[in-house]
């Protein structure tokens, strides 16, 4: 159903909500998903708007990645957020994205995204059902990794986001809802969170801070992220950094983003801090085009945003 309002929405009472389509359409036509009642949200007028009010940046759930990645106000006071948008995936993508559908999507893995036909030479996996996960046999839990871009940078700016649950609305924090939605996320695919995005809200910056994106990539022109940290320093509120792509949600760097505010500290020792502090936090994976050892490598890339410290970047 294509939804024009927010009461044809929630009139709806098992609905998969659809922002564009590019991360679920796949899933179903590979029928590791089989959701039936699909609702279009992306047209809905209250899922949309970018605008500051009240000390709040508002963006709508169904507002497009493109369109994020060139407002000027959001490129101007929350750059890591537009920085991120446009870094994800390929021109095509953006254009149909939504900041919705990039944070509430699945999470992804070399045993799980594959046709049917392919899986059904393995056992079920605990996200197609079963009772496994088939990269770390002896997990308790689904280990897939989840790969949003925008979600490092949401979360950098400790955003929140509006949802509908049950029929009440309320704010919760994106890393909230993040945690929530892997984990149902990994028991079985068709087990997602019954909650509806309607829009993210994230505080100004304080007057002097800044704040950054970095992705790494197999190809820079469309890939997921192997590796992508968000970064703020500066400004009156403590520094912070946040890393994704190395486990099930997105991972907040809190020793790091400490050594950060020591002026005195080295480059090279924050780099040290944050490659020891990944080896705890971070929790690879077999992926397409990268081993968990070679990863590991990967995490010195917070240097490309090491430059803002001084201003720079
Ligand atoms: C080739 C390719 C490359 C990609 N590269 C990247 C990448 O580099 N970085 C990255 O982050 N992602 C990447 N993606 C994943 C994904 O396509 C994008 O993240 C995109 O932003 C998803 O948005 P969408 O609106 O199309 O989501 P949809 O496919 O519409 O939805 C995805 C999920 O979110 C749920 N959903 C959608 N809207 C809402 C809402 N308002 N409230 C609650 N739930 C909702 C849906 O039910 C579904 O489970 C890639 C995908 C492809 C196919």
Redesign the pocket.
Known sequence: MLAKTMEEILRAEHP???????????LLKNHVRNDQDLVF?SEVPD?HGIEEKEGYLYLG??ER?YDISVNDLVKEKWPAIAQAAGA???PQ?RN???V???I???RRCIYFNQSRYWRSGLPLCFKTGGKVCLQIPNSPVCRAIY????ATALMLYEAEAECVENGQRSWVPVAELIARHSQANGLACSQ?LP???VRFRAPVPPEGERSGFYKY?MRAT????LINFALRCGGSRPARVVAGAVAPEPVVLEETAHMLENSQAADEEILACCEGELKKLAKPIKEACISPALKRGLYQYLSFLLPLRKGNG
């Open positions: 998969t909500y659809i922002g564009g389509g590019t991360d679920i359409m796949p949200v899922l759930a169904g990645l994800t995936a390929s993508i149909i994205a939504t919705g559908g990039n509430m999507q699945d790969y949003s871009d925008v997602h909650v509806l995005v990539a469309i890939d997921f992220p």
